[in-house]
């Protein structure tokens, strides 16, 4: 979605304004198919009782603040 979003300039008053966008998203996975390495750009959180969205809305404003058009992702191992 960001790299398609990227693809986009608007025109405006003669020039081209370029589209970006930050997302962040949230993920639950169960402990025990849970490895404990992470990717670039990616939060685990051992404490799962933050609602999905909080997290994901947390996920959001690390990827404005680490320099917008970006993705940022948290995930929250919970017991199964």
């Keep these: 979605i960001r790299t398609a ?5 608007l025109e405006f008053e003669g020039g081209a ?3 970006t966008i930050s997302l962040g998203v ?4 169960p402990d025990q198919a849970t490895p404990r390495e992470t990717v670039p750009g990616e939060t685990l959180d051992d404490s799962a009782d933050m609602p999905l969205l909080v ?3 947390a996920a ?3 990827a404005k603040e680490e320099g917008r058009d970006r993705v940022e992702l948290s995930r ?5």
Excluded: K, N, P, T
Aim: no cysteine; charged share 30%.
């Design 26 to 29: 949230a993920s639950e996975v």
């Design 17 to 19: 304004i370029r589209v």
């Design 5 to 9: 979003i990227g693809q986009f300039a």
């Design 76 to 80: 929250a191992v919970v017991e199964d």
């Design 55 to 57: 997290r994901a809305d």
């Design 60 to 62: 959001l404003y690390r």
